[in-house]
């Protein structure tokens, strides 16, 4: 199952969000959430959180709904989550669930490891969302912004944006969509 694409949607059933921009993270998985909704509007949205994670809730939360809705499972942290959240989430790739989709959001480092690597050969969707932080990265982002905007702006107002708005990158974000 999870080497298939909801047709749909479009949407794999895994879907593994990577790197510590999360500007970037936080857009990813809200693409996710709308293309999912788009077969799906009533999709039932499970938010698993690493501090105070108990054994099993990613089980229960899995498990099918009363009314049959498809669910979408977001485990944001996993770089920071408890030995059970992560053994837990290993046993759910064993053997995923019918009608839901789970996201992971891993920001950097060694811990969760073995999952990002279940996941890749689980053949998850890998989102990439590398830190900006060099002004050329910050240029690159503003020309992005402006693209998906259907805008065009130049080099010279590029480079004047990026060193008046400064290193935020919510901040570059939100002065691309004033302009």
């Keep these: 199952m999870t080497d298939l694409v909801d047709?749909?949607?479009?949407?794999?059933?895994?879907?593994?969000?990577?790197?510590p921009e999360e500007l970037l993270a936080e857009r990813?998985?809200?693409?996710?959430?709308?293309?999912?909704?788009?077969?799906?509007?009533?999709i039932e949205l499970v938010a698993v959180e690493t501090a105070g994670y108990e054994a099993g809730a990613l089980a229960m939360h899995a498990s099918p709904s009363l009314f049959?809705?498809?669910?979408?499972?977001?485990?944001r942290g996993l770089h920071e989550a408890s030995d059970a959240l992560?053994?837990?989430?290993?046993?759910?790739l064993e053997q995923p669930a019918e009608d839901v989709t789970l996201v992971v959001l891993?920001?950097?480092?060694?811990?969760?490891k073995k999952v990002l690597d279940t996941m890749k050969k689980s053949r998850a969707?890998?989102?990439e969302c590398p830190a900006i932080k060099s002004d050329r990265d910050k240029a690159d982002f503003?020309?992005?912004?402006?693209?998906?905007?259907?805008r065009k702006i130049a080099p010279d107002a590029v480079q004047a944006l990026v060193e008046a708005?400064?290193?935020d990158l919510r901040e570059l974000a939100s002065a691309c969509t004033q302009l």
């Design 86 to 92: 992560q053994q837990d989430v290993l046993a759910y």
């Design 165 to 167: 708005v400064g290193k």
């Design 68 to 75: 049959g809705e498809d669910k979408v499972i977001v485990v």
């Design 142 to 150: 503003v020309t992005g912004e402006f693209r998906r905007a259907r």
């Design 7 to 19: 047709v749909r949607s479009g949407v794999p059933p895994l879907v593994l969000v990577t790197g």
């Design 125 to 127: 969707r890998v989102v």
């Design 106 to 112: 891993h920001s950097s480092g060694n811990r969760g």
């Design 28 to 42: 990813a998985v809200d693409q996710v959430l709308a293309d999912l909704r788009v077969a799906s509007p009533e």
